[in-house]
């Protein structure tokens, strides 16, 4: 595909995007349950914020706020702007969207599926403050051990079709192949990643299907390239059966992206079928099975959307099911699941059928935008699965392509609250992309594009690359960590942690969901005292860094050297100099004979503080 050709299709893939993109398939075949109203609402308003908590329902897989200008409403979802879903898994909630110092009505609903909404319940009014001292504790118990941390960052990354690993073409005089591989190479090494997720490997780029004289040929050979590239890299595939190759497809007029992936339903179930099982039969052979039972297969990808299946509710769930019982027939120990979808939909739908049908399914996967994911333990357990792996396949800070938020701090404070409100009840967030490297809608036109990758074109490392590089750098045993103050909990978090060798690690954040404050609120800054007691008397090396607007913030320093399209081959040396982890202060050692060291610092919205402590001998 010429870059001509892929601007053109690029342009025309955008539009058609815009225009399907929020036709959402509303169909439902699973019995919905009415859970009651949160008890114990209760609100807490401080500096540019208000602060909502409640008991937990049993049975919810999350909770969405409403809110009013009167006690009699009308009242509606809080908007944080996302795009995508509204819905939190847990409080407490801080909602900054509204005017400071007005008066709102506040009250919360449970629920049991994502589209399974209940009654609101008991009402609480608060005013958000402009003044205060707007301050927060965070005291870490060094000495003890709640268990081991849980990573799920880790376990699985997005990253574009992978055929653009074999690709020897350019975006901005960059090589795609090359750097999408040193991107993924990247989030393996440093952030610890295991697996990575992709669209599209029965595209007609990759040519594993054709008919001749009417009949079925399968040819694998690009598939083996692909994964053969993605094992070289130390990595693992989650295969995405995805997208329909024009010969099997119903109607092959039907496609999404600027590479015309087709969406139909085959036009013939049984070619599918055996497509499938000579796919993953080839794949085993090939890679042996203990390997790719480390794998997973996912059936397609957010059918809910119209813009991805043109097919119904009921011929997804047959394409389920046919896919599933190809898979297993080859190996009844290979992973399959699904449904892949947007907007945290279909869950219900597709336990429902496989529990109707006894169709296999061994984990659940779906998709959220702007919002911490939703707990589907509960809808899991409804079903009597709660064997299920939950693995949210595709998860960012928004689902629309060239957003500015994309490369700004805003996102890192955002990655960090969803990886630990997901810790421990989900074995995979993946983040969607690795990689700037991305051609849905087209390639990108310029550095800084908005898009989804943690690195950019040319791999400079983005706020949210540093902000889950601080993650890895936590040890492996979770410590105790308790907040106060204003915002503790809601607006700022912590999460800290311990290594084997002593070395002890504490990452705070500020941030809120609500998109509107993306490029940051004076309001919303906080004065954070940090103290980390239980330390073995002795003395520490203390290191403080920062990401914020103006620190460990590349695209802060393209701009302020007069920005533009792309940089030339002086600019990129300058720039991949200067992407940096930034410190807040020079690394220092101090004598902890008390066994209790404090640090106190500003903390701006959005910003990130990790303070990591190292045993001097």
């Known amino acids: 595909m010429t870059n001509d050709h892929l601007a053109e299709t690029g342009h025309d893939a955008r539009t058609d995007w815009d225009a399907r993109i929020g036709v959402r398939r509303n169909e439902s075949t699973a019995e919905k349950v009415v859970l009651p109203a949160p008890a114990n609402l209760r609100c807490d308003a401080g500096r540019g914020q208000v602060t909502l908590d409640w008991n937990p329902v049993p049975g919810a897989i999350g909770y969405l706020v409403h809110r009013a200008d009167g006690p009699d409403g009308p ?5 944080h702007k996302s795009g995508d879903v509204l819905a939190v898994p847990h409080p407490p909630y801080a909602d900054t969207t509204g005017t400071v110092g007005r008066t709102y009505f506040y009250a919360v609903a449970a629920l049991s599926d994502i589209d399974a909404v209940g009654p609101l319940g008991e009402v609480v009014s608060a005013a958000s403050q402009r003044d205060g001292e707007a301050r927060v504790q965070v005291s870490v118990d060094a000495a003890a051990d709640t268990g081991s941390l849980a990573r799920p960052w ?33 989030t393996r090494r ?13 595209n ?18 690009r598939v ?25 497809a119903r109607d092959p007029s039907k496609t999404v992206f600027a590479y015309r992936a087709i969406i139909s339903p085959p036009k013939d179930w049984d070619r599918w079928s055996q497509l499938i099982s000579n796919l993953v039969t080839n794949l085993v052979d090939r890679y042996g099975v203990e390997e790719v039972r480390q794998w997973a297969f996912e059936v397609w990808n957010e059918a809910n959307l119209d813009v991805f299946w043109s097919g119904s509710l009921d011929e997804y769930l047959r394409l389920y099911e046919v896919t599933a019982r190809a898979v297993k027939a080859v190996d009844a120990g290979l992973k399959v699941g699904g449904p892949g979808s947007a907007a945290a939909a279909w869950n219900g739908e597709l336990l429902a059928h496989t529990a109707r049908t006894g169709a296999p399914i061994d984990f659940l996967s779906t998709h959220t935008y702007g919002s911490p994911p939703l707990d589907f333990r509960p809808l899991c357990e409804r079903y009597d699965r709660p064997d299920l792996e939950l693995l949210w396949t595709e998860w960012g800070v928004t689902p629309t392509h060239f957003n500015h938020i994309s490369d700004s701090p805003f996102s890192a404070a955002f990655l960090l609250r969803g990886m630990r409100s997901a810790a421990g009840r989900i074995e995979a967030l993946a983040y969607w992309v690795a990689s700037d490297h991305f051609e849905e809608l087209g390639r990108p036109p310029r550095l800084f594009h908005g898009g989804f990758g943690l690195l950019t074109v040319g791999n400079l490392r983005k706020p949210r690359y540093w902000a889950l590089r601080a993650l890895s750098r936590l040890g492996d045993h979770e410590l105790p960590t308790l907040l106060a103050g204003d915002g503790a909990g809601s607006l700022v978090e912590a999460w800290s942690a311990r290594h084997d060798d002593g070395r002890v690690a504490v990452l705070v954040w500020n941030g809120t969901l609500d998109q509107s404050k993306g490029d940051g609120s004076d309001e919303l800054a906080r004065h954070v005292r940090v103290e980390i007691a239980g330390l073995s008397g002795r003395a520490y090396r203390v290191s403080h860094r920062r990401i914020d607007h103006e620190h460990s913030n590349i695209r802060a320093i393209w701009d302020s050297h007069g920005g533009g399209d792309w940089p030339s081959e002086t600019q990129w040396s300058r720039l991949h100099e200067a992407n940096n982890f930034d410190a807040y202060e020079p690394e220092r050692v101090i004598d902890a004979t008390s066994g209790v060291v404090t640090d106190d610092f500003s903390l701006p919205m959005p910003g990130i503080s990790l303070l990591e402590l190292t045993p001097v001998e």
């Open 204 to 221: 007609d780029d990759v040519g594993v299907y054709r008919e001749v004289d009417g009949r079925p040929v399968h040819d694998f050979t």
């Open 224 to 248: 083996y390239e692909i994964y053969d590239r993605v094992l070289e890299l130390g990595l693992r595939p989650i295969v995405e059966l995805s997208f329909m190759p024009a010969d099997l």
């Open 190 to 202: 440093d952030l610890g990643v295991r697996t990575v997720r992709a669209h599209a490997i029965l």
């Open 154 to 186: 880790s376990a699985m990354i997005g990253a574009e079709h992978l055929s653009h690993l074999l690709s020897t073409e350019t975006t901005g005089g960059r090589p795609i192949g090359a750097e999408l591989s040193e991107a993924l190479t990247v």
């Open 75 to 79: 009242f509606v979802p809080v908007d």
